[in-house]
């Protein structure tokens, strides 16, 4: 008969199991920066490995050519980090207001909100609002005012603010305390796992953005990091197809394997270093945050 394990035992066992589990998570990670810096060709003759065989960084140096990669950078980073402080500061306020039971049309403007999310006025439209009456083309202000409020974001909000009591705002409402008040020094601050949450959301939307930038912006330096990484993959593939013409030939190996694994480093990178900051939250907030409806 097989023995009991002890509680030693199970602690071995789930230590093993998580250890072989997280390198199956960092192993594709780890073959995406290798294959990186690998050479073309050696990447075309044995394909992706763990070890690069030949190391090279010309797929680098094809998307550091020049200092577009560096404005696309500071630019996302600024919408990035604007436009998910101002998300969360007015998702936060609509969720609050739509949360409090003593709001009278809370009900309507909820309906209002939801319809949203069911319809919306289209593309052209859209383009019209924002290239004629916004005049936000060439802007870095038409990656942030478009989008402040994503209503699924506030409704997950909304229903988290519903599990904190009542009798903490009524509380602070009999000591003379405003609704502004409450929300910044009371709920707020007991809500962080869903503004992790929420933040995170924002701030994966804003990151990966680049569609705005192909109908918005035609200024080189307010272009979107994403937007540029396709901009340069597809000058990547144009150079291989002419490669391939008969008569042509490049005086080098176009990077095009190697390329876009540069560019999957070069653009999940950050997000990476951010999130286990916020890991410990994301949980806890989207669980609690949907528990409700």
Known sequence: MIKRLDGKGIDIVSYLFMTIFSLFCILPFILILSSSISDEKAVQMTGFVLIPKEISLFAYKVIFQ???IFHAYKTTIIFTVVGTVLCLI??????????VKTFTHRNKIAF???????????????YLLITKYLNLTDNILVYIL??????FNMFLLRNFFKQI??????????????DIYILFKIILPLSKPALATIGLFYGLGFWNEWFTATLFINDK???SLQYLIMKVLREVDFANQVNELPGVSLNYVVPTNTAKMATA??????IIFIYPFLQKYFVKGLVVGAVKG
């Open 90 to 99: 007015l998702t936060s306020a609509m969720a609050y207001a739509l949360s």
């Open 112 to 126: 209002f909100v939801y319809f949203t999310m069911l319809f919306n006025g289209g593309l052209i439209p859209t």
């Open 146 to 151: 478009p989008v402040l409020v994503n209503p």
């Open 221 to 223: 330096e307010l272009f």
């Open 265 to 270: 480093v070069v653009t999940v990178g950050p």
């Open 66 to 68: 020049d200092n577009a």
């Open 165 to 178: 009591p009542d009798s903490l705002a009524e509380s602070a409402k009999m000591d003379g305390a405003n």
